[in-house]
């Protein structure tokens, strides 16, 4: 063969490989984009998002009734509210008729400034000066401070704050963001003692406490203890919470100021599900820029063990959380299925899920993408003695076995393989490779389809 001949071969073939591979790219793509759909909710009206419902076996929510919602609301149940004010009023008609509030724009329950909140009298320069370590100490705690000291006037002034920016959900109610900017700022959803319940195509911007109280006991340092998750699920069944948004938005904790040496610390949680909640969804939202993330049980004590144990039960799949610091979610009791969630890590990250009391986390096909310097050991945090279950996990790309990373690293608090129970409620499970390119596109307000 002439040399002209064998390199006509050679460029015919590198041509033929190089079009096998754009066809293997683009067809990953497809099956991709595909696989995403499939696993985005089903449509109870296909036309109207608003109407839309939990899809038959799409994790906890969909165990027995189902959850609907609002779907079958009448026409003057049907409320599009831009206040805060039209939106807690959409709340609060009577009756448990199914009802849909769309949320139109950004809503801001604090948009007077925390200064509207203030009781008369009340003065952080001298709550600092009474409370400082130096006057106060750190032996005693400021439960007994009477009204009319600055620990009083900030007691009133965080009431006054509590009966202001929470909005209570009723049964049967479904909310949306209308659009791509629909969202909540500075209030607490408050999910209690309810069935029934729909939140999608939010940007939940964080509440910020107003008015955090020092706790000089609480640890060797005293600590800054704030109030108001952004949603509270207390006690409710069949809640779903699909393509939210969960930031800090302009109030990071990087911003915040220290006093006594301890971060002010204004944030509590983005989500909560406590006091007995089950048969719960969270699909496609994004967690970002916080510390406390999820809280699935919110104490070890014996009186809150008997009211969680054979409840919690929840599920997070296809979910971005994203320069998280803890609790993604840190889980007491429940049997939590997470799956096909995607998790990126910053360089503060402590860790991802709590292993807590009698809990029963089952965490399959995650991707975790982790900066240089932190271990796949701390994508894992043994609170208490509970089994897990983690398999088919891939962290910066490659598989890993996050009990084992965990072990090795920690020989001294080892956690045990098989949480004892098989998750069955799941849409269609994508490979952890497939994870953050579907999760990344797809999770979040604005990307409801």
Not at 85 to 106: C, D, Q
Request: aromatic share 8%; charged share 20%.
């Amino acid at each position: 063969m002439s040399t002209s001949r064998w390199h006509g071969h050679a460029s015919k073939a590198r041509a033929g490989r190089r079009t096998a591979a754009v066809v293997g790219c683009t067809a990953l793509v497809l099956s991709l984009t595909a696989a995403a759909a499939q696993a985005r909710p089903g449509h109870h009206h296909p036309r109207d998002t608003a109407r839309q419902t939990l899809p038959a076996g799409d994790g906890w929510a969909s165990h027995g009734t189902g959850t609907t919602g609002g779907a079958d609301a009448d026409r003057d149940r049907v409320f599009t509210v831009s206040t805060w004010a039209e939106f807690r009023a959409a709340l609060a008609v009577e009756g448990t008729a199914p009802r849909i509030v769309k949320v139109k724009g950004t809503i801001d329950a604090v948009s007077e400034g925390c200064e509207a909140f203030a009781e008369p009298g009340y003065d952080f320069d001298a709550y600092l000066e009474k409370y400082s370590p130096e006057n106060w100490g750190r032996e005693t705690d400021l439960s007994d401070e009477p009204d009319d000291s600055p620990e009083g006037l900030r007691r009133a002034s965080a009431a006054r704050q509590d009966r202001s920016i929470k909005a209570n959900v009723p049964a049967n109610t479904t909310i949306i963001g209308v659009g791509r900017n629909a969202g909540l700022k500075g209030a607490s959803l408050q999910i209690k003692d309810v069935d029934n319940v729909i939140v999608r195509n939010l940007t939940f911007e964080s509440p910020v406490d107003c008015f955090p109280q020092w706790d000089p006991t609480d640890g060797d340092k005293g600590n800054w203890n704030s109030e108001y998750d952004s949603a509270v699920v207390h006690g409710s069944t069949h809640v779903w919470l699909d393509h939210n948004t969960f930031t800090d938005g302009e109030h990071p904790d990087s911003a915040a100021p220290t006093h006594f040496g301890m971060l002010y610390q204004q944030h509590d949680g983005q989500l909560d599900i406590v006091k007995g909640a089950d048969y719960v969804t969270a699909s496609w939202n994004v967690f970002t820029e916080h510390d406390k993330t999820i809280l699935i049980g919110n104490s070890d004590s014996e009186s809150t063990a008997a009211v969680d144990r054979g409840h919690l039960r929840t599920t997070f799949h296809h979910n971005l959380f994203k320069n998280l610091v803890e609790r993604a979610p840190r889980v007491r009791f429940g049997q939590v299925d997470v799956y096909n969630n995607h998790f990126v890590a910053g360089a503060d990250h402590s860790y991802s899920f709590g292993i807590g009391k009698e809990s029963q986390l089952v965490a399959e096909h995650n991707a975790f993408t982790l900066p240089d310097g932190v271990s796949p050991a701390k994508v894992l945090k043994k609170w208490s003695e509970a089994p897990v279950t983690a398999a088919h996990n891939r962290v910066n790309g490659r598989t890993v076995d996050l009990i084992a990373a965990h072990n090795a690293e920690n020989p001294a608090t080892p956690l045990r393989s098989g949480a004892g129970w098989t998750p069955t409620l799941r849409t269609e499970v994508l490979p952890a490779r497939a994870v953050p390119f579907v999760v990344d596109r797809g999770a979040g307000a604005g990307r409801l389809r």
